[in-house]
């Protein structure tokens, strides 16, 4: 990333921003779980990764079979990573959206709708038998035009809407202002099955419910090499011990020393995100926002933001960034540039709330495909599996993922297993230095579609080969 130095307005919003994701920085985050030393007792299976992916892995498998011998291990704390850093959104789509889905597997869309449907269902189904408190609510999200060459992506996709079904409602510019208060508004789509939740609180409920139903979980435990043995698999861990599990579900994001075929289809990409400090009644009524919805804006760069209960506001998206060579490092997590960039995009998107401070700065790393959909799998002759590559909308989806990872593993042949999405992978990115110098013309060619609306012959290309480059 080129040096750059946030603006004066941006440089004192950010003044006292802690340097720490707001959803795990407060003071009800649970104790550490004991990490897996030594060596560990066999379990039947073993889910690596303790964020979303794996909690909902474990939990099915137990209530599928209450007999099995589950245990999960986590490389950090749990809600550390993706889980705990992203912005709440609850899409019902396992597609990431309906129009990448009727453009990659249009015969499919009838299934994969329906399948949504009761994979967000099977979400609420669980917070309520096991009482938890995750703030889920269902507000819905507009999606709204800030320049006049985005309102016919959002009529397209208001048309798009209702042809799947869904009750959606298409604003005009007045009606968009008047549903939140922004001078930027040109157009808006209101779509109402979005939910909105806390990640980090649903992170923590999982594993809750998860241990209710007699699953190990260890955090401090970082998986380091997987070996079959006998009829399973021995997966060696960080401090030098290991555990025999007789099959292994991978459920670890952009992480990519687990597997390393991983770094054909996923990139990891880091998205970076404020907190502001709860807004006064005041503010409150110049903003309008009385719906609560999510937002998000029409852009390839794109925004999202939200209100939270306390009646902060989470601003993030837009500036997603890939470090050379898929370089990981929690020193990429504090971006001046970035961060001041979505400080001022904040301010020209709300000027009425001049003044404000954020209480909180962080990213984290998004593991992204070339179709934006997630990657399924084998390795180890059918002992593993994998379902990775959420692209950022994987709240919900992540559910349905582990769900097919454990058919998988488990060797069933499923309605799930028998979509194209899982059978088939996305093309693969190419070998670095390619790879850095394509996700830099794209971006580039995507900035210049956000400015002019047109759409140049770098990007049209992609679109003919299925591949593009999205958080």
């Not at 397209?156 to 007045?174: C, I, K, N, Q, T």
């Not at 999982?206 to 970082?222: C, D, F, K, N």
Request: glycine share 10%.
């Amino acid at each position: 990333m080129p040096v750059s130095h946030p603006s004066p307005r941006a440089a004192a919003a950010l003044a006292d921003a802690r340097p720490a994701p707001f959803w795990t920085d407060r003071p009800e985050r649970p104790e550490s779980r004991a990490a897996l030393t030594g060596a560990a007792p066999r379990t039947d299976l073993l889910v690596v990764g303790g964020g979303f992916t794996g909690l909902w892995a474990a939990i099915q498998a137990k209530e599928a079979d209450p007999a099995r011998e589950v245990a999960v291990i986590e490389a950090g704390r749990l809600a550390d990573g993706a889980s705990g850093r992203n912005g709440g959104f609850m899409a019902p789509s396992l597609t990431h959206g309906l129009a990448q889905g009727v453009s990659c597997w249009p015969e499919e869309m009838p299934t994969l709708d329906r399948l949504a449907a009761e994979n967000i269902a099977g979400i609420e189904k669980t917070l309520t038998a096991y009482d938890i408190d995750a703030d889920f609510h269902r507000p819905g999200e507009l999606t709204l035009a800030l320049t006049d060459h985005q309102v016919p992506a959002v009529r397209e996709s208001y048309d798009l809407h209702r042809a799947h079904g869904v009750p959606a409602e298409l604003l005009d510019a007045e009606a968009a202002q008047a549903r939140v208060h922004s001078p930027l508004y040109r157009a808006g789509m209101y779509d109402p099955e979005v939910a909105l939740v806390d990640p980090a609180r649903l992170v923590w409920g999982l594993a809750r419910a998860a241990e209710s139903l007699g699953v190990r979980l260890h955090e401090h435990t970082r998986a380091t090499g997987f070996d079959t043995e006998g009829s399973g698999v021995r997966v060696s861990l960080g401090d030098g011990g290991s555990i025999h599990a007789r099959r292994v579900v991978l459920g670890t994001n952009a992480s990519q020393g687990v597997l390393k075929r991983f770094s054909a289809w996923v990139l990891p990409v880091y998205d970076h995100v404020l907190m502001t400090e709860p807004l006064k009644p005041a503010q409150l009524a110049a903003i309008g926002w009385e719906g609560r919805e999510g937002l998000t804006d029409a852009g390839n760069q794109f925004h999202y933001y939200r209100r939270t209960l306390d009646d902060r506001v989470l601003f993030g998206g837009y500036d997603a960034n890939y470090h050379f060579p898929g370089r990981i490092d929690p020193a990429l997590e504090q971006n001046d540039a970035s961060h001041g960039l979505l400080a001022d995009h904040f301010l020209d998107i709300f000027p009425q709330l001049e003044g404000i401070r954020f209480t909180h700065r962080w990213a984290g790393v998004i593991d992204t495909t070339s179709r934006f959909t997630p990657v399924f799998g084998t390795a180890l002759g059918g002992r593993m599996a994998y379902a990775v590559g959420y692209t950022g909308l994987g709240v919900a989806s992540t559910r349905f993922g582990a769900a097919v990872a454990l058919d998988l593993v488990d060797g069933r042949d499923t309605e799930l297993t028998r979509l194209e999405m899982v059978r088939r992978k996305p093309i693969p990115f190419p070998p670095e230095p390619i790879r850095y110098a394509a996700v830099r013309a794209t971006r580039s060619s995507l900035a210049a579609e956000d400015r002019t609306g047109r759409r140049n012959l770098w990007l049209k290309s992609l679109d003919r080969i299925g591949v593009g480059f999205d958080s």
